[in-house]
């Protein structure tokens, strides 16, 4: 430890970089001591400023690259380097597809001890301007509106005009708000202050169907010059179809509230996965990459190895994405969702595609499963797609008692996916295959389906 207590906060070190952490920083070694180095890749050589020094281990930022990656490449996004959004992008999209394959081995073999078949990550042709989903917070500087995105760790609001993994309706929907905010002096809300009218932009585009639907989050409940704005949208996007208020009056960092009011046009826009319809509302949850989306269902379908015959439980079923997928090709699906919009909107999308054979249950996944297992439904086949903290232990346990001969786990954080294998592994199933899929292409996030198979009874 005496060694290293040298290391002081402010210190400007050099390290080598002989690997990459969770969230994509680089990772060497002082005196034995682990150093955590903000935009440093490995295999290189840095110079690097400690910010922080913890009992086991040190945070940097590198401030110049002594020895370069042959994987490094110059961020084509002027904001790369102060936005908090993209965080990879000084790293190949080669490397970053190698660095999420051997992210997600790294967390079975580490956290869950699991032996598979982890594939390549499936990546993008173009991995640019993905995104169907923007939230654009709105700041005030000098008495003009600043929209953009938010500094990384900080509530600091970096503008943008253009952002390279947004669709350019996001980009345009935000730059007209922020004409109009600035022409009628809208008022610009203070986080700090709790005054203040206008908190965020939102939007969505139907990138199938080309609509978009723009989202004012307000601190209030109506805004001034309506008319002038809609006016504006309407000329200048191609596919304007929603101008829905979001309320939300509360002194929180959560961006979206629970009421929305529809100032203008519909409270959907339409897009496809596949030839499915869906419809989607402000608080809709829908995956952000409908391209990517695309393969990472197909993949789950086929991971299901579906005939026509079976029962599916779908436990995380949000507006009933995968749960229709499932349905064209089971005898009998049931989706589960907490979140009672997303149950109505899921019951909304079975019409629209008349899709009969599905039933959707409104209930926490871990307290719906046991009710079902009580009441004798049994599953032939089990889809799992829960948020980043995993499943609960109470649904893990339902689901093996039905005993599905297949588990189907898609996962947005592969951590909670190691411990999760390592209790299906424990309790009767065998991970067999492991496919990541590149959902946010320049950001240190990966999705996995992973395909379980119950084992043999000896």
Partial sequence: ??????IKVGQSIKIDINGMAHEGQGVGRINGMAVFVEGALKGEKVKARVDKVARNY???????????SPERTTPPCPYAERCGGCMLQHLSYKGQLEFKTQKVRDSL?????IQTVVHDTIGMPEPWRYRNKAQYPVGEDKGQA?????????????PSGSCMIQNEFSDKVAGIVKEWADRYHVPIYNEIKHKGLLRHVVTRVGIKTGEVMAILVVNGSKIPYEQELIELLQHRIR????????I?????????????????????IYDYIGDIKFGLSPLSFFQVNPVQVEVLYNKALEYAGLTGEETVIDTYCGIGT????LAR????????????PAVEDARHNAQINGIANVEFIHGAAEEVMPQLLEKGIKADVIVMDPPRRGCDQKLLEAAIGMSPRTIVYVSCNPATLARDLRFLEDHGYKAEEVQPVDMFPHTYHVECVVSLKRKPIT
């Fill in 329 to 340: 090709k089971a005898k009998k699906v049931y989706g589960i969702e907490i979140v009672k």
């Fill in 322 to 325: 995968i749960t229709l997928f």
């Fill in 239 to 246: 596919g304007f179809k929603s101008l829905i208020l979001n």
């Fill in 1 to 6: 430890m005496k060694e290293q207590s040298k």
């Fill in 58 to 68: 040190a945070i940097a930022h590198a401030e110049s690259i002594l020895e370069p």
């Fill in 109 to 113: 073999e580490r956290i869950g001890h």
């Fill in 248 to 268: 939300n009056d509360k002194k929180t960092n959560v961006i979206l509230g629970e009421k929305n009011t529809v100032i203008f046009g519909s409270p959907y």
């Fill in 146 to 158: 600043v929209l953009g995105f938010y500094e990384k760790r900080t509530h600091n609001i970096v």
